[in-house]
């Protein structure tokens, strides 16, 4: 555990000197992936938000719906059965 008088980088570093070689070889793998991962995050660009248009999809459904809308589709008569 972490006290106030051990800075976490000893700390860190002693619990790494504990533990048995392939332990090392893991922590250090995902040392590297976590900066890997930190770095892509800071430089990754957040995109712009979109403003919204109105009626952009105006004239793509047809109404009234057919007389069939809520018929099982053909594709799925082999799950139906």
Do not use: C, W
Request: aromatic residues 8%.
């Amino acid at each position: 555990m972490t006290t106030t008088t051990q800075p976490l980088d000893t700390e860190i570093l002693q619990t790494i000197a504990l533990m048995p070689e392939p332990l090392k070889r893991e922590i250090l793998h995902y040392a590297k992936y976590l900066l890997d991962n930190h770095s892509k995050e800071i430089t990754q660009d957040v995109p712009l938000a979109r403003k919204r248009r109105v009626g952009i999809l105006k004239g793509t459904f047809v109404l009234p719906l057919s007389e069939d809308f809520d018929e099982p589709l053909e594709d799925f008569k082999d799950y139906m059965e």
